[in-house]
DNA sequence: TGATTATTTCTGTCGTAACAGAATTTATGG
DNA sequence: CCATAAATTCTGTTACGACAGAAATAATCA
């Protein structure tokens, strides 16, 4: 299993981004793997093709299967198991976004609207920073729910909406 | 120089918070004081009221700085640095996704120029890898596209387009 | 210009996460 | 069931970033 030098650029690549992205190298490296893969991967041939330890690949899938970005499958008369990440890029990122959402916009939500009701009830704090703090919980919230409205809406439609561009600005005012 | 609980409680949380937007803890905590702080504050205000090391926050300070999230002042007569924070909480994240712009998108998309065009010259390599790299290529450039039209949008407007939500998709039809 | 205060840079330590390889567990075919 | 293959979990090592404290540098005042 031998990667082509656009598919190994690719790779490499991805696993450098992915450690920006809260996950670490090897997990990315495999989703890019399994993501430009025109068939099914088992662990042993994600092994040879990226020379990490097998226990790697077996607790990066789990990890990327957790995340619902990479599933499992079988061949008949085949014991081994078989991986492929999801292959439609939006799809790919709405799942990627939407963990994030959980992960970090949700709990910082909770955190704020907390802040929030408890610096109301604190006599010595500055008004400006009660203020700052209920701005950013607004800002948080908006965006939010901002997300929670454009997740609704198929795929086609959101991306021509996004063509749009900022000409959106016309149709909205 | 002692936090109110729920400034306490926002620090904490937004230091947290840092680590998985790929800073640390340190900057993340200074940024967030300084933006509920009602006035800038000094290096060695921050060292006490978080407990880090003078060394700490100097360095933290000048990664912000880079950022272009803090700003430097100064007091008549008094020699020492002072340092606020932007406190427009738009402004704050327009800045923080043009930086995570610039550092992850854009390598992103040149990287997928260079793999898209020299994978096309690979023979041996499978139709399906190909059109991966594309539909991938494609996407980073509709989403970097929509960020740049979106940013030149002024805030108040984009706080009613945000607040519109999928109503967005009727104007749009 | 020397003394003092503010700031930055340097150096070493520590904690954490990634990872390899070994050991173990689980599954399957004879 | 036993033997073998596959997959997972466990354990120790390593690499890296965060950080404190020390040393060095820069700035200001007497």
Same mark, same amino acid.
């Given at each position: 299993?031998?990667? =082509?030098?656009?598919v190994?650029?690719y790779?490499l690549?991805?696993?450098?981004? /992915?450690?920006?992205?809260? &996950?670490n190298?090897?997990v990315?490296q495999?989703?890019?793997?399994l993501? #430009? =893969?025109p *068939?099914?991967?088992?662990a042993?041939?994600?092994v040879?093709a990226?020379?990490v330890?097998?226990?790697?690949? =077996?607790?990066s899938i789990r990890? #990327?299967?957790?995340y /619902?970005?990479v599933?499992? $499958?079988?061949v008949?008369?085949?014991r081994r198991?078989y @991986?492929? =990440? ?5 799809? #790919? @990122? ?5 963990q994030? +959402?959980q992960r970090?916009l !949700?709990?910082?939500l909770s955190?704020?609207?907390?802040a929030a *009701?408890?610096?109301d009830? *604190?006599?010595?704090t500055?008004e400006?920073? +009660?203020?700052?703090?209920? !701005?950013?919980?607004? @800002?948080? *919230? $908006?965006t939010? &729910?901002?997300?929670e409205?454009?997740?609704?809406i198929p795929t086609?439609t959101?991306? +021509?909406?996004m063509k #749009? /561009?900022k000409?959106? $600005? +016309?149709l909205?005012?």
């Open positions: 299993m031998k990667l =082509s030098p656009a190994e650029k790779v690549h991805w696993g450098e981004m /992915g450690t920006r992205w809260g &996950t190298r090897t990315a495999i989703q890019a793997l993501y #430009l =893969s *068939e099914p991967l088992r042993d041939q994600i040879d990226l020379s330890a097998r226990s790697n690949v =077996s607790t990890e #990327l299967q957790s /619902g970005l599933r499992m $499958t079988h008949l008369g085949d198991d @991986f492929e =990440s999801l292959h439609d890029v939006w799809e #790919l @990122f709405r799942v990627i976004i939407d994030r +959402k970090e !949700n709990p910082t955190m704020l609207r907390n *009701e408890e610096v009830a *604190e006599a010595d500055h400006v920073t +009660k203020e700052r703090i209920h !701005n950013m919980l607004e @800002f948080v *919230e $908006t939010s &729910t901002w997300y409205q454009i997740n609704d086609p959101l991306k +021509k909406l #749009l /561009g000409k959106i $600005t +016309k909205a005012s």
